[in-house]
């Protein structure tokens, strides 16, 4: 799916702004053939849910209603016009002048519709769109969701969710109406492979289209805008010589400039930035561009003031600088597929990223005897219950068809701390990573994060990942304060790993401590910034110690908002920067190690 962009032959329409908000309380039927009954506004895009000082609406389970108007120039008219949704949280009903066009489950992946059949003519055009917050034991993320009636008799919807962040909701990324030419490029598809003995690279660019074309012109343009390779053809295979890499840190990107023509004139064209670079996973190494890359950063979250889980790409630079200033290479997308723009950004910068599904709590089953999770047939009801496969399925779809192209994706994550331990897991998840690699035109590596529990002897699913990815709490949620305990842990378990899977990379994905920015002990006991530093240095030293151990990314870059809970005070702490992006003591020693530790080459 490409993204929306103004091109020689295609202009955009931005619908950000204000629009016409109301929660649905369901006492009164809402038609979306009349105007919405208020006068009250949101911002688009954003989360709804900290715009207004209402309790009500920032906790309010079931369906919203946005609305707003727009007209189209005349001269636009005679284009094919698509509406397109950055995403839409987290189930949409989308209705033009009343009727409805188009309808999408899954919150954090884009959809379109052509509306010409739809619009006014030559007026003003009333856009409507019923919003669902819900999520159950069908949906990605995974809620648990519960239905009452109160004392009038009206029905009240629970949600707690199944995941540590708050259920923002809203359309939250941008809205946009694009043209194309009724014949139209459709999708662009980029496979770049590298001959690194001499320095050239053949680009398989294949495009799919819409209507009529007599040829189809693919060239690639070098950063400065000249072209350095041209041909024609929907499957196309430009040669390029002493080609630049696209780098970690170091990026370079091309242009793959496609137009469609019909008797010599230019109809439609469509630029794609694309970096070229080579992903392996072997001997225990993750490669990029055939060299060992070592992974120095975050699990993150699109989270922030006012915003919420809302568009703010004034955050994601920031947030690209703090990371940069720090040494940091690289984050994981936790726990959904962020937003387009941030993807284009990182392309651009060179930060590398595993991006995620939004496949986060499916683990049903908890207060579980742990020792009973390492029996061969240990079962519990999580496989039974959920019924998130084809959500899940769709999700991969959409995510592989939105990011399949971009240079700084260098693998999937199936999904985060599943319960991987339990009979059932791998059936459950076996034709999901064969349905990801099947559709990957890139052959990314795969993995999913693991949790605590799936240890190297009871989960159940690590013969499906390329790279061994662990979230792990030694001496936060185990052994809480005992750093020495934790080491040992630590240690064990990776040369562990390390032992039973000596072909497979191993890194962990999260690792933290929950710490109140400005609380300091001369003890440093938990919670303090001394703990986080304390607890950062102990697990730097086991990594260090471990060969196949092939990356770092902490848990979490920012404190971020969540649920109410007794273990979360406004939201869960364990950013080393604040909410406000305000360093906590440990940034000035991971920057130290961080700049220490080269992107290649760092385990002999
Ligand atoms: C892990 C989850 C993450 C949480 C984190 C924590 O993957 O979403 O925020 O733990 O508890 O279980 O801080």
């Known amino acids: 799916m490409l993204y929306p962009t103004t ?6 329409i931005d619908l950000s702004g204000l629009w016409k908000f109301m929660i649905d309380e369901e006492t009164k039927s809402i038609t ?38 727009f007209s189209i120039a ?5 284009q094919r016009l698509v509406l397109r949704f950055g995403s839409a949280t987290h189930e949409a009903w989308v209705y033009l002048n009343g009727e409805e066009i188009t309808h999408h489950k899954g919150g954090f992946t884009p959809f379109e519709v052509q509306i010409n059949d739809y619009l006014v003519d030559g007026g003003v055009n009333r856009l409507t769109v019923k919003l669902s917050n819900m999520l159950d034991y069908s949906t990605l993320p995974v809620g648990n969701y519960s239905e009452s009636v109160d004392e009038n008799g009206h029905k009240v919807r629970k949600l707690d969710e199944n995941f540590d962040f708050f259920n923002y909701a809203g359309l939250q990324r941008p809205v946009k109406i694009y043209t194309t030419p009724k014949d139209y490029i459709d999708d662009i598809v980029v496979v770049p492979t590298v001959n690194f003995t001499d320095g050239s690279a053949d680009v398989r660019v294949t495009t799919a289209v819409s209507g009529q074309f007599d040829h189809i012109e693919v060239n690639i343009l070098d950063e400065n805008g000249k072209l350095v390779g041209q041909t024609d053809g929907t499957d196309a295979n430009v040669h390029l010589e002493n080609v630049h890499l696209w780098q970690p840190l170091n990026a370079y990107l091309y242009t793959v400039r496609v137009t469609g023509y019909q008797e ?11 970096g070229i670079r080579q992903i392996e996973v072997k001997n225990g190494q993750f490669l990029i561009n055939e060299e060992p890359f070592y992974f120095k950063g975050f699990g993150k979250h699109e989270d922030s003031y006012i915003h919420g889980r809302g568009f703010n790409e004034p955050v994601n630079v920031l947030d690209i600088h703090l990371m940069k200033d720090m040494g940091a290479n690289s984050f994981r997308t936790s726990h959904y597929p962020y937003s387009e723009e941030m993807m284009r950004l990182c392309d651009r910068e060179g930060i590398v990223v595993i991006d995620e599904t939004p496949a986060v709590g499916l683990m049903v089953s908890f207060g579980f005897d742990l020792s009973a999770l390492e029996r061969d047939d240990y079962e519990d009801d999580t496989w039974k219950s959920l019924k998130t496969a084809d959500a899940h399925k769709q999700v991969i779809q959409e995510i592989i068809n939105r990011d399949k192209n971009h240079a700084c994706v260098v693998m999937w994550s199936i999904a985060n701390e599943a319960a991987t331990f339990s009979k059932g897991a791998h059936e459950y998840f076996k034709p999901l990573f064969d349905l990801a690699r099947k559709l990957d035109p890139q052959k ?28 792990r709490y030694y001496g936060w949620y185990l052994n809480t304060g005992d750093l020495k305990t934790a080491e040992k842990l630590t240690r064990n378990e990776l040369l562990e790993y390390q032992a039973k899977f000596p072909d497979k990379p191993i890194m962990y994905t999260e690792y933290g401590a929950d710490t109140v920015a400005g609380l300091h002990s001369n003890y440093g006991e938990p919670f303090s910034e001394e703990f986080q530093e304390d607890y950062y240095r102990m697990a730097s030293k086991v990594f260090d110690e471990i ?49 220490t530790i080269p992107n290649f080459g760092y385990k002999k």
């Open 7 to 12: 091109t020689a032959s295609r202009t955009l």
């Open 264 to 274: 010599d004139e230019p109809v439609d064209t469509y630029s794609e930035p694309v």
């Open 32 to 69: 979306p053939t009349k105007p919405l009954p208020t006068e009250d506004v949101i911002s688009v895009p954003a989360s709804f849910n900290d715009q207004t000082a209402s309790k009500k609406i920032r906790e309010h389970v079931g369906y919203v209603w946005y609305e707003t108007h």
């Open 444 to 471: 990314r590596p795969l993995t999913y994060t693991s949790i605590m529990m799936a240890n190297p002897r009871s989960d159940k699913c690590i013969d499906l990942v390329d790279v061994i990815a662990l979230n």
């Open 74 to 78: 005349k001269p636009l008219l005679n």
């Open 547 to 595: 060969h196949n151990f092939v990356g770092e990314q902490l848990w979490n870059f920012a404190d971020f908002q969540t649920k109410f809970g007794i273990q979360r005070v406004q939201g869960n702490k364990k950013g080393i920067f604040t909410r406000a992006r305000e360093p906590k003591m440990v940034v000035r020693y991971l920057k130290n190690r961080w700049t």
